[in-house]
């Protein structure tokens, strides 16, 4: 079955870098895109960022130039760099695929920005 596992998570101070990873298995990983989201305490999940099955790319605008999707078709791997991190980047973040009609999600790895 599909799964989704992320790591890289924790914690940085303003300004800081961290890298993201999530391993995908269960399904053909080339041929889909995949998708990261992230959802702050109190506030609604979001779209963060997505890869395309070609390797395009879109952004969120409150990420974008400091953050950079990939994916590496022959780990099964999609990666977040995220560089120039803000408080406001705390959130637990989540990889995410949909497989035909079902989405499918990862257990979240924890991000928290702060001095």
């Known amino acids: 079955q599909v799964q989704l596992v992320e790591s890289g998570g924790g914690l940085v101070q303003p300004g800081g870098s961290l890298r993201l990873s999530c391993l995908a298995s269960?399904?053909?990983?080339?041929?889909?895109?995949m998708n990261w989201y992230r959802q702050a305490p109190g506030k609604e999940r979001e779209l963060v960022a997505v890869?395309?099955?070609?390797?395009?790319?879109n952004y969120a605008g409150s990420v974008k130039g400091r953050f950079t999707i990939s994916r590496d078709n022959d780990k099964n791997m999609v990666y977040l760099q995220m560089n120039s991190l803000k408080p406001d980047d705390t959130a637990v973040y989540y990889c995410?695929?949909?497989?035909?009609?079902?989405?499918?999600w990862g257990q979240g790895t924890q991000v928290t920005v702060s001095s």
């Open positions: 995410n695929v949909r497989v035909g009609l079902p989405l499918y």
């Open positions: 269960g399904f053909t990983f080339r041929n889909y895109a």
């Open positions: 890869v395309g099955s070609f390797g395009s790319t």
